[in-house]
């Protein structure tokens, strides 16, 4: 059974750093995309990088430069590091597993298969 399991956020200045990770389990993500997406209440979910098991990534607009996704296969951990926050990262974050991702660069939640539980990041100003 897939289980994702999400660490590492919390509340920070802008223009701060946080760094969130990712725990997988039953999943074998080697040639399949995981991925960062993020919902504030009454908004869609948001897709905002994601990874494949060969290291293509992809960024929505508004974070690249500061966000930068990563992995580590031996630890079967994904990474978000988030610098220069702004209020508007403010989201609940969730890491996903997609099995057949066919459009990885438009970040589309429906594609993910799995899901963990969220972490929250919350910028103030």
């Known amino acids: 059974q897939v289980q994702l399991v999400e660490s590492g956020g919390g509340s920070v200045q802008a223009g701060g750093s946080l760094r969130l990770f990712c725990a997988a389990s039953?999943?074998?993500?080697?040639?399949?995309?995981m991925g960062w997406l993020r919902q504030v209440p009454g908004k869609e979910r948001e897709g905002v990088a994601t990874?494949?098991?060969?290291?293509?990534?992809y960024y929505v607009d508004s974070v690249k430069g500061r966000f930068t996704i990563s992995q580590d296969k031996a630890k079967n951990t994904v990474y978000l590091q988030m610098n220069s926050l702004k209020p508007e990262d403010t989201a609940m974050y969730y890491c996903a597993a997609g099995q057949r991702v066919r459009f990885p660069s438009l970040l589309k939640s429906a594609e993910y298969n799995y899901w963990g539980q969220g972490t929250q990041v919350t910028v103030s100003s």
């Open positions: 039953g999943y074998s993500y080697s040639s399949n995309y």
């Open positions: 990874i494949s098991g060969g290291g293509r990534i």
